[in-house]
């Protein structure tokens, strides 16, 4: 069809069928019948002199790897140089987890039809589809966040929890906005909790206090000043900060210590009931022992959430089924979720963002030059932040996750974990805009 529409249009077209013509049928026989150009079986030892290759080879349900003549014309293909439109999905590649089957095609730009599928949005499937298009094909479906065939599957951005985001009201002061409470490591330690503050701060929390010990207490004062200060020491001192209600969600792990002191510390917090964010250190101090985390969380109602990377969730859910073995990136974060009882966000370039009632989004919107250090204990910070204004665990999480790409995208290389904050007020009010007029923003 696109050779025949293309040739009507006054372009030279050449088509190349794996298979044979005779033994189509369907809609496929049907195309081919009013095709009267010459078709090309087989695959040729060179391509035809072209200026862009379009692949229709396989579609986004492939369910085996590519060998044979279907292999040795997806390299060609790639060794050519030329460019590559990829129909559906590049060729080779799973559409459900964005998984390489054996080889596949390395797109320049992919056009879909109607909404994304998961392995346009997940890696290395996101890198190999070159620029997205997703086009209406009369189908009359309304295009949005939902991904295809995946009911409870979206694409992360403002469209799927704009509608939640914190907004102010002339009524509105430093105590409506909620107080975010980060925890420090000792002295020599507590830069990611600083960075986490900060961000929890540049987000819109009213207050965020950080509580440490002793010991790192000149060592944090030197460097915050509307951040507040706590000495903590031990479990028993941040249950004591904790009969302040007003501290209304809680951040632990970066640079916090591991081991049983953390593990104490994260017992108390989601005890008290209140919002929660864990990270590094605190996901790390229950390595093998997510069904006791799960328990603490349960038994608290906490409204949880973790910010693992993909090391991190190895540990914590080792002999407890939610490894990445042979499961695509959106079902192993949904698997931690729903054995977590929190909102599971598994980092990296392609983080997934999954809540136990078995929602996940992914998020395409961010840059590899996020990839430095500190970076996800702000996004810790961003999470926690807009918990404490009193998002939901999931639309926080989801929030979060895109106002950090989006902080990327807007510096670019050079990016350090310390611009991340103060990209925030360039962030937000782009964003604030967006949704007043109903138009989500986009960096790209």
Not at 20 to 25: F, I, K, N, V, Y
Not at 279 to 289: C, E, M, V
Not at 414 to 440: F, N, Y
Request: aromatic share 4%; proline share 6%; net charge negative.
């Amino acid at each position: 069809m696109a050779a025949r529409h293309l040739a009507k249009a006054g372009f030279a077209v050449e088509v190349i069928l794996l298979g044979h013509r005779d033994q189509l049928s369907g809609d496929a026989a049907g195309a081919a019948a009013a095709w009267a150009g010459r078709v090309r079986e087989g695959v040729p030892e060179t391509l035809p002199p072209c200026s862009l290759v379009i692949d229709a080879l396989f579609g986004a349900g492939l369910s085996r790897d590519l060998d044979g003549e279907a292999r040795a014309l997806v390299e060609r293909v790639n060794a050519s140089g030329l460019p590559v439109l990829a129909v559906d999905v590049p060729s080779g590649l799973d559409g459900d987890t964005g998984a390489v089957r054996g080889a596949a095609i390395r797109a320049t730009e992919t056009v879909t039809f109607v909404a994304f599928k998961p392995g346009h949005l997940l890696q290395p499937g996101r890198a190999l589809c070159g620029d997205l298009h997703c086009a209406e094909i009369g189908t009359g479906a309304a295009l949005s966040a939902g991904l295809a065939a995946c009911p409870a599957l979206f694409r992360n951005g403002p469209d799927l929890w704009g509608a939640a985001f914190p907004q102010l009201t002339g009524e509105s002061h430093k105590y409506t906005r909620g107080h975010a409470l980060v925890l420090s490591g000792p002295a020599w330690r507590t830069g990611a909790a600083r960075l986490a503050a900060r961000g929890a701060l540049r987000v819109g929390a009213g207050l965020v206090t950080v509580a440490s010990p002793a010991d790192a207490l000149p060592e944090n004062a030197a460097q915050l000043t509307a951040i507040m200060l706590r000495p903590c020491e031990s479990a028993d001192d941040l249950d004591d900060l904790l009969t302040d209600e007003r501290l209304n969600a809680v951040l632990l792990g970066p640079g916090l210590g591991s081991g049983e002191p953390a593990r104490e510390r994260v017992m108390v917090a989601a005890s008290a009931g209140r919002a929660l964010v864990l990270d590094a250190d605190a996901l790390t101090s229950f390595k093998g022992q997510a069904a006791t985390l799960a328990a603490h969380i349960r038994d608290g109602e906490a409204r949880a959430g973790l910010t693992p990377h993909a090391g991190e969730v190895a540990r914590l859910f080792a002999g407890a089924g939610a490894g990445g073995e042979g499961r695509g990136k959106a079902e192993q974060t949904r698997r931690a979720a729903a054995l977590s009882g929190a909102v599971v966000v598994l980092k990296g370039g392609d983080t997934v963002i999954a809540d136990p009632d078995g929602r996940v989004a992914i998020n395409d919107h961010a840059t590899p030059w996020l990839g430095t250090a500190g970076a996800g204990d702000v996004l810790g910070g961003l999470i926690a932040g807009l918990l404490a204004q009193g998002m939901a665990p999931f639309e926080a999480a989801c929030a979060g996750v895109w106002l950090h790409g989006d902080a990327g995208l807007r510096h670019g290389p050079g990016l350090i974990a310390e611009d991340i904050p103060e990209l925030m007020p360039q962030v937000l009010s782009a964003l604030l805009s967006g949704l007043s007029c109903g138009l989500p923003p986009r960096v790209r």
